[in-house]
């Protein structure tokens, strides 16, 4: 049998040659931006921009900004700002390297940070006064680069998904699933949709993709009430 610290130090090599290798692969996703309008119980309350970019080196920018318009959300200037800086595998999988989170608003501020050590195997993770530092796990995401993992394997074929995503204290497997085919209408049109579910620790998260025509969904619907509905699509 090895000796632990001869595992250890062979896991962290195996992460340290999947980020190298990550540097040099093509991109399964070409680079867009897309806007939404988002709902709450059928009602607008505000928009979102996301938009993904080459940064050079093969490193990747994946930005989200999200700001109310409407009602409660734009009385209390509701915003939030997510952006992941990733890499692409050489399995088509996207690789975090950094990730920040910032949502203003009600008197509140929230922030949120991680950085993805894939030399030493390790990801940093702060929130607000917490601070917490775990192993990585080959291919872990960001919460918000997560979407871009689902759009790779669903235009790659996938039908069932497992994504290491990293959360605030561990690497925590998310499982998405192709459930059907429906028809779906959003203000950008009218799309046959891949109906895709994630169902983890009591919560449910339906998608709808077009994964051949669009990198990101044209609809994204969680259990409290929020939805976002594809208004426009551009790639450079």
Do not use: N
């Amino acid at each position: 049998m090895k000796p632990p610290s001869f595992r250890l130090a062979l896991h962290a090599l195996l992460l340290a040659l999947a980020g190298a290798a990550a540097t040099a692969a093509a991109a399964p996703l070409p680079a867009f931006t897309a806007r939404y309008q988002v709902e709450r119980d059928g009602a607008a309350i505000g928009e979102a921009t996301m938009s993904l970019r080459s940064d050079g080196d093969g490193r990747w920018i994946y930005r989200t900004e999200t700001r109310g318009t409407d009602g409660l959300a734009a009385l209390l200037g509701l915003s939030a700002l997510e952006i992941s800086t990733l890499q692409w595998g050489p399995d088509g999988r996207p690789q975090s390297l950094d990730y920040r989170y910032e949502q203003q608003g009600g008197f509140k501020q929230r922030s949120r940070t991680a950085h993805f050590d894939w030399q030493a195997g390790r990801i940093a993770v702060r929130e607000g006064k917490g601070r917490w530092d775990y192993a990585a796990a080959p291919g872990a995401v960001d919460r918000h680069a997560a979407t871009l993992a689902v759009a790779a394997a669903l235009r790659a074929g996938a039908k069932q998904i497992a994504v290491p995503v990293a959360v605030k204290d561990r690497i925590e497997v998310q499982h998405f699933a192709v459930t059907g085919s429906e028809p779906v209408q959003v203000p950008a049109g009218r799309f046959t949709a891949e109906r895709v579910e994630r169902r983890d620790d009591g919560k449910t998260v339906h998608s709808w993709y077009v994964p051949q025509r669009f990198p990101v969904p044209v609809e994204i619907a969680g259990d409290d009430g929020i939805t976002l509905k594809l208004v426009s699509y551009a790639a450079p």
